[in-house]
């Protein structure tokens, strides 16, 4: 991403098929709410129209109160969520809904992972958003803006958050490895280069607690190394090569170094045992994105309020993000299409911001006080709207493949984790790319 004056630059989508597994052809369940004789989903028996939203995570419409502002100014319009937690649960679900065209809600949120297969694939089943009254591509970064947009023009979807990259470290076990602890100063031993990132996890082992890593997972690691680069799994053309990329394999070599060094935890991110180690204070840094200050929070015990800062990323980088579409054959597709603009309007991302961290695709909302006044309690008075939104300036324009979820979660879970149970670089790297050539039926 570039500040507003930039000049304009395409980030490229891919268009590359992708073929239905009979994985993700399985178990789908009718997420779709009840109809009544008119046509519109059933509401509240008082003949309002029910928009009826289909999510993934905490997306935190709700929880900021957008959904009832929203109704308030239109008393005709009631807003009903259906939540699936974890994103590859929900996801196979809705590619099935999008294939058969049926069982569709209303809206339906696509995560930045899976938007390239959307876009590529199922943009025929989806509206065209850029025609809807009010939406302006200007209002978005252009990358966020292009990656939701078909190679002949047409929008499926209207980004809500992207995930700017810092570091996310605890100012007290900094200290008492000692490492500074003003954020200027910590993102100084870094600077420019993720090899020195791990160099610091070398300095923070010498003198760190006992029990304490530097950082909290090799995954994490991987991720926020790759988040950097402009290609990591595809190329321009929409061939895969991750096994060629000579970043993707200096990015596992680094993390594997990190692993074998014990600077990381033998953990996997967002599972019970990872949890347990934010709650315990066993790690000192965690790549983070603004939603990261979140998950930091709900894990923490009261004691770390206050003692986490955010520095700089070696790289500035992106990890998140997710879109609204609309797919045609909901039952109330311009009510859903007027929502949809209304959520994703800068003034309801700066909104969002302020109360979930989720931080805004739109980059008019940076200079809104609900973002430059933003502060967490994890993280006591740093400006992290400030940092963020210069994190999100600097962040590369990527190319995002049909197959990146897959090919990710084979590189952390099927690879660098290995190096943390014994197994060599060499091995983990092998077993990684077995198990994603195997998902990918190459």
Not at 308 to 325: E, R
Not at 375 to 400: C, L, R, S
Not at 410 to 434: H, M, P, Q, R
Request: glycine share 10%; hydrophobic share 40%; net charge negative.
């Amino acid at each position: 991403m570039r500040a507003r004056t930039r000049t304009s630059r395409r980030v490229v989508v891919l268009a590359a098929v992708a073929t239905l597994g009979a994985g993700l052809l399985a178990g789908c369940a009718d997420d779709g709410g009840d109809e009544n004789s008119n046509g519109s989903s059933s509401g509240d028996g008082k003949g309002k129209t029910t928009i009826t939203l289909g999510l993934f995570g905490t997306m935190g419409f709700k929880e900021a109160g957008l959904y009832a502002e929203y109704e308030k100014l239109n008393p005709n319009i009631k807003i009903a969520e259906t939540v699936i937690e974890r994103n590859e649960n929900y996801y196979p679900p809705l590619l099935n809904h999008l294939t058969t065209n049926s069982g569709l809600q209303d809206v339906q949120a696509v995560e930045v992972a899976n938007i390239a297969e959307i876009t590529s694939t199922q943009s025929a089943k989806l509206q065209d958003l850029s025609k809807v009254s009010g939406v302006k591509a200007s209002n978005w970064v252009d990358w966020k803006w292009a990656q939701a947009t078909t190679k002949d023009g047409k929008t499926i979807g209207l980004g809500t958050d992207i995930g700017p990259m810092a570091i996310c470290y605890r100012t007290d076990l900094f200290e008492q490895a000692g490492l500074p602890t003003d954020p200027a100063e910590v993102g100084k031993l870094w600077a420019g280069d993720w090899n020195k990132f791990v160099s610091v996890g070398e300095q923070f082992k010498e003198k760190a607690p006992e029990g304490v890593y530097f950082m909290d997972s090799p995954g994490g690691l991987i991720n926020a190394v790759l988040s950097s680069e402009t290609e990591k799994f595809y190329d321009s053309s929409g061939e895969v090569i991750y096994k060629t990329n000579p970043a993707v394999k200096a990015a596992f070599d680094l993390t594997a170094k990190a692993a074998e060094e014990g600077l990381v935890q033998s953990t996997t991110q967002f599972q019970a045992a990872w949890d347990q180690t934010i709650a315990n204070s066993k790690f000192a840094t965690v790549a983070c994105p603004p939603w990261m200050l979140g998950t930091l929070k709900g894990k923490s015990k009261p004691e770390s309020v206050g003692k986490w800062a955010v520095a700089v990323a070696p790289k500035s980088g992106n990890w998140g993000g997710s879109f609204l579409t609309v797919p045609s054959s909901g039952k109330n597709v311009k009510e859903a299409e007027k929502l949809v603009a209304w959520l994703t309007a800068p003034e309801q991302q700066a909104k969002l911001f302020k109360v979930q961290g989720s931080f805004p695709s739109a980059p008019s909302a940076y200079t809104m006080p609900e973002v430059t006044g933003a502060k967490n309690e994890m993280t006591g008075d740093a400006p992290i709207g400030t940092i963020f939104a210069a994190a999100a300036k600097a962040a590369p324009e990527q190319v995002i493949g049909p197959k990146d979820q897959i090919i990710q979660q084979g590189l952390t879970d099927n690879g660098v984790i290995l190096v943390t149970k014994g197994k060599s670089a060499e091995e983990a790297w092998k077993t990684a790319t077995k198990t994603i050539d195997n998902s990918l039926d190459q």
